[in-house]
């Protein structure tokens, strides 16, 4: 039922073999030059011969198909190589093969324009500092050509590419020529080098390749593309490959009607040209498309302004070093960071650059490239990380007395930002793992239930927003489109800000991509304007019935396309997971909307928060990291992903290891009710990582692989002790986030191959310590450490939900309907500042107040560390189960707990004051819109609960979690 364009158009990316076949390349290369090394000094008559020989044949037809989708070394080499070994020369193909395979590994052939020598048939090697600084200078990519050509057309092709190369091109560029749509999907997925695609008429459909791992990328495509006529094959296969990449330029070169095919697919190409008339302006075509990708207005505008003489007369002394070089003391500042910092240094005021706060030059350039990238529509910079961001969009969006559905796990600038805006919080709570002491993320199905428990008491009208985060610090992701489409057929005007913070790099993957915010909004927009979908909603609307909550809630809604809106914003730290520099951060926009009804308010929003004097640095950084995600942003998350699989894969095998540790599964992290597809396990040995994308095409949560869970409680150590004593103290391993039992450790585009094995080879040493250190206990000794243990593994308090809101502070309802759980935190919030509204009240006499009936409501934020999300916020009343849960955290830091004072509550009579006013408040609502009567309308007032508001509880109940106390 969901909303999904016509599946003819719909390419799938299967990459879950990815790993196996540029690790099969990389492993191919390395297992021929050895076999081939050993066969170049074997006597004709060793026995050893013939089966060398045969495993040597075996590599060759593994190697062949992969290679004839990269540039380099290209058929002909690869052929000649090939005759070689079938001749039995084989000292010289030795040293072909392992020149080849030197080059590829090092990655030499893109920086050398002549890396196949031609007097001795080998890769030439770069000779000198100078010379590969040179071509460096000159980035390398290869361009795609789909069309069936002889081997001797492709040589010619290739010459004639050659012969346009110039001396004043900013890049260099090889082709690689594939014959047919599948090989063109295969290459595309395959060849991180490429930049550019040109399609040409009339190929055929099928690959002749049936390497059954090349194979696996095809799996999901659509079937009914192979009968389509041939002259709609280009523009199919362009459609298709800008799903995968949409960062790629898509060239179509047809002889039949370009103007007619012109009109119907120009989106998706750059440029369509006819026949061959146009070869030259096809070679600047691809240059200029690629130059535009790699162009960086701020940066380079920043380095110019770098070199220009200018004298400082205004406040910034740092500026062009001025202030350190005149300095006796403080040069090693300058030594230290190089003076190009100083020299870029200068301020919006001083008319040196463009200004963040009303960019016109450069800068507004640099946001509308990063719009470009990140598929948004508008994108604004910010140089305050997201914590910014989120207070922006909130404070744009959000007018006091509007009701914003958030995630309580959220982060606390959303927590803070609300307060700021004033806003009546509704607190969604995730489903809960609490054997690992983490919360997962809101089910739809929580979300929709308090959409509707808003429609039941009336106030569906005042609710403006639903904030969510995707991806969680744990790596959880939601199915971002679903939840739009669900919560928009129950409010068509929502506003939806998704906390992208830890997800910026996914928009450089297929797989990532569709569960991203601005993707799935540009997907849905699609959707709407689509006649048959307008017909499937109607069909829909006539079935169902619109009163019966619980018919809701069972059923996949579809929105009225001709009611729903798409506003949509995605907040990015770009600095956590791409290249910039610290709180570096984007706001990308979707918003339809945007004009009428946001332009003004974020525009104030971004003035409130912005700093007058923002770091240039840093939106330097954004532009150039910009640059990055759209020229190889593909790669490296390609990499990223499968360091994290490595990890995963090398910890579940090794005897030692698996003693003591375990990587956190999708089936740990996701309960079953959530996971259609009953996949449980993303890694399996016999089909390696398909079950990867099953998963992430059906299921309502999914698990970002490249964030793992370490489950560390078996070695005796909590996750704070084994972050700080062993990882940090011992072997200088930084991670971020810990649970009581567990750790969490992160691949990102910077991640290497040897940090990965140093991590093992830590692992395999605290492991190793800890065995000794348990053989040496004695009787004693022993006991207390299987106690700690099972503490740890099976013994962990309950997380608790959010209790509600005190009476003072709750939201109101239209009179005579039932409650909700909304809460007037802003108030709440302030009314703390007034220290004679406060008393303090410890643990032990907490509880017992509790149990004698008192409601003890939270005057502060309490938030402990770990897990880092608040227990209570201001105006909450404070459970058993939240005491509970306190009480058996073994934690050091607690936030807005005071361990001599205990907990900061409301005195009873603040409260009563509050509720007082609260109650005038609802009066004063009550009366103003009696002024107006609505239809339907009883009125607004408060619904004071008998004995407890109504409470919204998770559902359906999460099959896989531990048990959790209800209330
Ligand atoms: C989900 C989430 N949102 C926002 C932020 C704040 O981002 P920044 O550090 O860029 O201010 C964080 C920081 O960890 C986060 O985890």
């Given amino acids: 039922m969901t909303s999904r364009p016509p599946t003819e158009t719909r390419a799938r990316a299967s990459l879950s073999r990815h790993r196996s076949v540029w690790e099969m390349r990389a492993d191919g290369w390395i297992s021929l030059v050895d076999d081939l090394s050993r066969l170049a000094i074997l006597a004709p008559e060793h026995p050893e011969r013939a089966s060398r020989l045969a495993h040597v044949q075996t590599i060759i037809d593994a190697l062949a198909p992969v290679e004839s989708y990269w540039a380099f070394p290209g058929g002909r080499v690869f052929g000649e190589l090939c005759q070689w070994i079938e001749r039995e020369e084989l000292a010289r193909a030795h040293q072909a093969a392992r020149r080849i395979h030197r080059v590829l590994a090092a990655r030499t052939y893109r920086h050398d324009a002549n890396t196949l020598d031609n007097d001795n048939e080998l890769p030439s090697q770069i000779e000198t500092d100078s010379e590969r600084q040179a071509q460096l200078t000159r980035p390398y990519f290869e361009v795609l050509i789909v069309d069936e050509m002889s ?19 900013d890049f260099v560029f090889d082709i690689v020529v594939v014959p047919s749509f599948e090989d063109a999907l295969i290459a595309t997925l395959v060849n991180f080098n490429l930049q550019a695609v040109v399609i040409r008429h009339g190929f055929p459909f099928r690959s002749v390749n049936r390497n059954g791992m090349l194979r ?35 060239y179509l070169v047809t002889d039949v009607s370009v103007e007619e095919i012109a009109a119907r697919v120009g989106e998706v190409f750059k440029r369509i040209f006819f026949g061959e008339e146009d070869h030259i302006e096809l070679y600047s075509a691809i240059m200029k498309g690629v130059g535009e990708r790699h162009r960086t207005p701020f940066f380079h505008a920043l380095r110019d302004y770098a070199k220009q003489p200018t004298g400082v007369f205004h406040a910034l002394p740092l500026a062009r070093g001025k202030s350190i070089m005149n300095s006796n003391w403080i040069g090693d500042l300058a030594q230290f960071y190089g003076m190009n910092l100083f020299m870029a240094e200068t301020s919006a005021t001083s008319g040196g ?38 207070k922006i969009v909130v404070q744009a969006l959000v007018r006091p007395d509007d009701i914003v559905l958030v995630d309580r796990n959220c982060h606390k600038s959303h927590h803070y930002g609300l307060v700021l805006a004033g806003a009546q919080v509704a607190y969604l709570d995730s489903y809960p793992l609490d054997q690992y002491s983490m919360y997962g993320a809101v089910p739809l199905r929580h979300i929709k239930e308090t959409l509707l428990g808003f429609r039941r008491a009336g106030t569906l009208e005042r609710v403006r927003m639903v904030l969510l985060t995707n991806c969680t610090f744990d790596g959880i992701v939601y199915d971002v489109e679903r939840v739009m489409t669900e ?5 068509p005007d929502l506003v939806f800000l998704w906390d992208e913070a ?8 297929p797989i990532y991509r569709p569960r991203t915010a601005m993707a799935s909004a540009a997907r849905l927009c699609e959707t709407f304007k689509d006649p048959a979908y307008a017909r499937r909603h109607a069909e829909f609307a006539a079935s169902i019935d619109w009163e019966d909550d619980q018919q809701l809630l069972e059923t996949r809604l579809i929105p009225d396309p001709a009611k729903a809106r798409i506003r949509v914003y995605a907040t990015h730290s770009t600095h956590k997971t791409l290249t910039a520099l610290r709180q570096g951060s984007m706001i990308h926009i979707w918003d339809q909307d945007f004009k009428d009804k946001a332009e003004e308010s974020f525009h104030e929003a971004y003035m409130t928060h912005t700093s007058t004097s923002p770091n240039y640095q840093i939106l330097a950084s954004l532009d150039v990291g910009r640059r990055q995600v759209e020229l190889e942003g593909y790669e490296l998350i390609q990499r990223q992903l499968e360091l994290a699989m490595s990890l995963r894969e090398q910890v579940l095998h090794h005897p030692l290891l698996r003693r003591y540790f375990r990587f956190l599964r999708i089936g740990d992290l996701v309960p079953l009710a959530y996971r259609e597809s009953g996949v449980d396990n993303y890694y399996n040995d016999e089909t390696g990582w398909d079950n990867l994308e099953v998963a992430w095409r059906s299921d309502e949560f999914v698990l970002d692989p490249s964030r793992a869970t370490l489950v560390i409680g078996t070695t005796g150590m909590d996750g704070d002790t084994f972050k700080n004593k062993e990882l940090m ?15 969490l450790f992160m691949t990102n585009i910077g991640s290497t191959r040897s ?8 692992l395999i040493k605290i492991a190793r310590d800890v065995d000794a250190r348990v053989a040496d206990l ?5 006991r207390i450490h299987e106690r700690r243990v099972r503490s740890l593994t099976l013994e962990q308090p309950p997380l608790p939900n959010f209790s509600s809101f005190h009476f003072a502070f709750r939201g109101r309802s239209v009179e005579g309907r039932a409650g909700t759980r909304d809460g007037d935190i802003r108030s709440a919030f302030f009314l703390s500042y007034d220290d004679t509204n406060c008393e303090y009240i410890d643990m032990a006499e907490a509880a017992r107040a509790i149990a004698e009936g008192r409601e003890l409501v939270s005057a502060l934020f309490v938030i402990p560390y770990p897990p880092g999300f608040p227990i209570l916020v201001p105006g909450q009343v404070i459970s058993a189960e939240i005491l509970q849960f306190m009480a058996a955290l073994d934690v050091r830091e607690i936030h807005g707990f005071r361990p001599d004072l205990g907990f900061r509550i409301f005195s009873r009579a603040a409260l009563d004051r509050a509720a007082q006013a609260t109650a005038a408040r609802a009066a004063l609502a009550l009366s103003g819109r009696a002024a107006q009567p609505q239809a339907g309308d009883e009125g607004l007032g408060l619904v004071r609960p008998e004995p407890e508001p109504e409470l919204i509880t998770l559902s359906p109940t999460p099959k896989k979690t531990t048990t959790r106390s209800k209330k």
């Fill in 151 to 169: 081997a001797s057309e492709e040589d010619a092709l290739r010459r004639r590419v050659q012969r346009k190369r110039s001396a004043d091109d």
């Fill in 216 to 250: 696996r990328f095809l799996e999901g495509m659509d079937d009914n593309s192979e009968s389509m006529p041939e002259f709609e094959r280009g523009p199919l296969l362009g459609r298709q490959i800008a799903q995968l990449r949409p960062e790629l330029d898509l």
């Fill in 353 to 390: 650059l463009d200004s963040l706060l009303d960019p016109v030059g450069p800068l507004k350039l640099a946001q509308e490239y990063a719009a470009r990238a990140f598929g948004a529509r508008r994108t604004y910079f910010a140089t305050n990380g997201t914590s910014t961001c989120n």
């Fill in 487 to 491: 919560c928009l057929a129950i409010k």
């Fill in 502 to 509: 830890w997800f910026a790099f996914a928009r450089c993957h």
């Fill in 729 to 743: 103290d011992r072997y200088g391993i930084q991670i971020n986030k810990t649970s009581r039992n567990t750790v």
């Fill in 755 to 762: 940090a990965i094995a140093y991590l093992i080879e830590v």
């Fill in 778 to 782: 004695s009787a004693i000794e022993r």
